[in-house]
């Protein structure tokens, strides 16, 4: 006679968690370790791999090959726009729902300060649009970056745990 072992997983943090059929315990939710450092700069990868595919004033971006080619935009072309709108919307939801309003208030208030600061010592010229643009398009992918990463560095910093609530689940 052969015994067998029920195993049921459970979503802890977007992991997977073997609860043996029990309820996942404190120890259990330990077990994940959250976001390291290259966790965090994969997603700032990410972040500059799609706010520079969008646009970048070198004119080697999304913008630039659908608007100089108006008249032959194709089904590739969709089908990058496309990829790039999931991008954004990833990237747009998960931001908000973690750092909310008053969130993305403070951070583009903060990285907004320090450029003009960088302006205001000489570090940047204000008559350089293109060097502008580029440091907007970094805070901006730094903001998503940060904004993705949030839940987890929340955790980190106070121990709280960030959950979604699920529609139905009353």
Known sequence: MTCQRRIEFAPIHGALISTNGRIPETKDMAAYKGLSWSGFFMRLL???????????PSGWSYYHWVMDNPPNFNPAMALAGLVLVIGWTIF????GRSLGAFGLILAAAFFGTLLWMLIDWDIVPADSVKAITYIVLVILSGILAIGISWSHIRRRMTGQVDVDEIEGDN
């Open 92 to 95: 747009l939801r998960a931001t």
């Open 46 to 56: 990410a972040a500059v791999v799609l706010v520079f595919s969008t646009y970048n």
